[in-house]
């Protein structure tokens, strides 16, 4: 913040824009809003029909990538872990989502909200659910025994119960909204000098929580939301995968507010950190 003002969404992404210099390629702010149950949702770019099967984290990289306003809701969400990790379904409902899904069409039969928080899914070749795999009858599932699956799952952090109606991905230039959550796509240098922002205002160390599995969902927007603190992610199977999302990127997550103190640490470190002398 400069001069007790508070920076709005546009303003604090082009100042951290800004901040790497104009001949720098970088991945756009996404902003994230999570809308309640009961209340407006915004307009998308395109009808929420258009992204059936679309899953939370190639959402966040098509809002970043494409410039669009993208919904997610129950009905068209692709990855009933990134459902539950948003609000929009109960972790421990026994249907599965119909329709089009990208994550779960990858399976022989679709797998509902409970058979990912019952561990099923992730443990599909421990569990005898080899229904669940993804890749077909030598996959090993995400963890080796069911018991490792479940104590995985229990640290996925989630909006539950299901209070969401919607989830809403977006650019600061496209839509007049104060976001709940900020998720940056980030070269680890960029990264670097990121985190060199946060902390030079208090020095506060920056502690990841990751695990490879809801990287986006969970570890980025749900994490940060219900913790209220910045977190980052290496991304992780389905974001890779399925969401598209380059190699050469890793993500944070943070509450808007935590994003106007770490462009604001950017600004103030700059002589301290002068990243065209940070190698790629």
């Known amino acids: 913040m400069e001069n007790g003002s508070v920076m709005s969404f ?11 210099g104009e001949q720098e390629t970088l991945v756009r702010p996404v902003g994230v ?11 998308g770019t395109r009808a929420t029909e258009e992204y059936q099967g679309v899953p939370w984290c190639e959402a966040v990289r098509i809002a970043a990538m494409n410039d669009e306003v ?26 599965a989502l119909s329709g089009k899904r990208k994550y779960t069409d990858l ?3 679709p797998a509902s909200p409970a058979d990912f928080t019952n561990g099923l899914v992730y443990a599909c070749k421990d569990s005898g ?7 077909g009858s030598d996959d090993t599932g995400r963890y080796e025994t069911l018991g490792a699956a479940l104590k995985a799952v229990s640290g996925m952090t989630a909006v539950q119960p299901d209070v969401m109606d919607a989830a809403v991905a977006y650019q600061a230039e496209k839509l007049d909204a104060s976001p709940d959550v900020v998720i940056l796509g980030l070269k680890p240098k960029q990264a670097l000098l990121a985190i060199q ?3 030079f205002l208090t020095g ?8 490879g599995i809801r990287g986006v969902c969970a570890d980025l927007t749900a994490l940060p939301f219900l913790e209220q603190k910045l977190n980052g992610s290496f991304f992780c199977l389905g974001a890779r995968a399925v969401g598209g999302w380059d190699g050469n990127l890793l ?12 462009v604001t640490g950017m600004e103030k470190s700059a002589e301290g950190f002068p990243y065209k002398a940070y190698p790629d």
């Open 251 to 262: 993500g944070l997550g943070m509450p808007f507010s935590i994003f106007q103190q770490l």
């Open 129 to 135: 659910n080899m229904q669940f795999a993804l890749f």
């Open 204 to 211: 506060n160390r920056f502690e990841m929580s990751t695990i």
């Open 33 to 43: 809003k999570l809308v309640p149950k009961g209340q407006v949702v915004p307009n």
């Open 10 to 20: 546009k303003e604090t992404s082009k100042r951290f824009t800004r901040a790497f």
């Open 197 to 199: 922002g946060y902390n």
């Open 70 to 95: 993208v919904v997610i809701n129950k009905e068209n969400v692709g990855c009933p872990a990134a459902a539950i990790a948003l609000g929009l379904v109960d972790r421990y409902q026994k249907e």
């Open 107 to 109: 399976m022989r039969e």
